[in-house]
T-cell receptor, first 112, second 117 residues
Framework: SQQGEEDPQALSIQEGENATMNCSYK?????LQWYRQNSGRGLVHLIL?????REKHSGRLRVTLDTSKKSSSLLITASRAADTASYFC????????????FGTGTRLKVLA | DTAVSQTPKYLVTQMGNDKSIKCEQN?????MYWYKQDSKKFLKIMFS???????INETVPNRFSPKSPDKAHLNLHINSLELGDSAVYFC????????????????FGEGSRLTVL
């Protein structure tokens, strides 16, 4: 299966702490994206990092990409209770199939 | 104003029935997708259309038939529903160009929760 894996599967932290989630994938990619899903809602795009980029920032989010290890991490700094959600990485194959494969997700719970 | 809208949001039906889920996007995107999310939150791609042309057809039972009347709409029809079809089905769209590198983010609908009894 091409599906990526994320760890941890679940993460519980206190408000104000940083949260780090990791994503590993199996094939070469053009880009990797991170999405957030609140309970009972659709997924919302957070950030995209291209295969030739190593790090990207957006507000309190920091994403790194290591193509040699086929892995990425998402860091949320100074977490808030509103950050409680599931986070997914998604990768597209370089074969041009326009097929985005999602990881298994990390369920983040931020305690107030 | 909703970018990607799906109907219905909830669908409860008996085994063996046929049902449809509709999806519309007003973003002007040329590519639309159907994803299935199971009870463990695994999100799996089912189909994708680019400008009304089927470009991705994963290993999905042929009881599932997508239909794209125009590039703003992608519907999903399911025949002879089975218990295992119970899931949340997400429609998504993206702006991609054939022959160019994928750069587009996916815009998701709110999902259609299908329960087969």
């Amino acid at each position: 299966s091409q599906q990526g894996e994320e760890d941890p599967q679940a993460l519980s932290i206190q408000e104000g702490e940083n949260a780090t989630m990791n994503c590993s994938y199996k094939t070469s990619i053009n880009n990797l994206q991170w999405y957030r899903q609140n309970s009972g809602r659709g997924l919302v795009h957070l950030i995209l990092i291209r295969s030739n980029e190593r790090e990207k920032h957006s507000g309190r989010l920091r994403v790194t990409l290591d193509t040699s290890k086929k892995s990425s991490s998402l860091l949320i700094t100074a977490s808030r209770a509103a950050d409680t959600a599931s986070y997914f990485c998604a990768t597209d194959a370089t074969s041009g199939t326009y097929k985005y494969i999602f990881g298994t997700g990390t369920r983040l719970k931020v305690l107030a | 104003d909703t970018a990607v809208s799906q109907t219905p949001k909830y669908l409860v039906t008996q085994m063996g029935n046929d049902k449809s889920i509709k999806c519309e996007q007003n973003l002007g995107h040329d590519t639309m997708y159907w994803y299935k999310q199971d009870s463990k939150k695994f999100l799996k791609i089912m189909f994708s259309y680019n400008n009304k042309e089927l470009i991705i057809n994963e290993t999905v039972p042929n009881r599932f038939s997508p239909k794209s009347p125009d590039k703003a709409h992608l519907n999903l029809h399911i025949n002879s529903l089975e218990l295992g079809d119970s899931a949340v089905y997400f429609c998504a769209s993206s702006q991609l160009g054939m022959g160019t590198k994928n750069t587009g983010e996916l815009f998701f609908g709110e999902g259609s929760r299908l329960t087969v009894l």
